[in-house]
């Protein structure tokens, strides 16, 4: 989609788009597959995303579902999960000021929620980080 509206804004026209973006896919430079996989990756690695966000972001520019679901089975579950526990303690840590419980949970919960977390996800590592925030106070 992007490859194509780039075409255009360089003045090609339509049936040189489609001759352009054909050839482009014939040689294996233009991959939809490829694109959401790495997209995915990055959006991960160095934004971190949820699963969610980057989902909705791959839709938002027009990736099949197949692409989507592929590219998100590439992300480790495993480093998914430490991502997610790091950045609820830091937004916890962020939130230490704040005098009423509710508030601090729901500020934290939006965040990870606005990240693009799971909501169950979310659930069970803010209940840990306020377990283990009990345990260190007694």
């Known amino acids: 989609m992007e490859v194509r509206d780039k075409l255009y804004e360089l003045g090609c026209k339509k049936s040189e788009v489609e001759e352009y973006i054909a050839e482009l896919i014939s040689l294996g430079i233009l991959n939809e597959q490829r694109y959401a996989c790495a997209y995915a990756r990055g959006r991960f690695k160095m934004k971190h995303w949820g699963l969610d966000k980057i989902k909705q972001h791959l839709r938002l520019k027009k990736i099949s579902e197949y692409c989507i679901k592929k590219s998100l089975e590439e992300i480790d579950a495993e480093e998914y999960g430490k991502v997610l526990k790091m950045l609820a303690e830091k937004k916890w840590k962020e939130l230490k000021g704040e005098k009423k419980s509710m508030s601090k949970k729901a500020k934290a919960y939006r965040y990870l929620l606005q990240k693009g977390f799971e909501?169950?996800?979310?659930?069970?590592?803010?209940?840990?980080?306020?377990?283990?925030?009990?345990?260190?106070?007694?």
């Open 119 to 138: 909501y169950y996800l979310i659930e069970e590592i803010i209940k840990e980080i306020i377990i283990n925030e009990k345990a260190e106070t007694l």
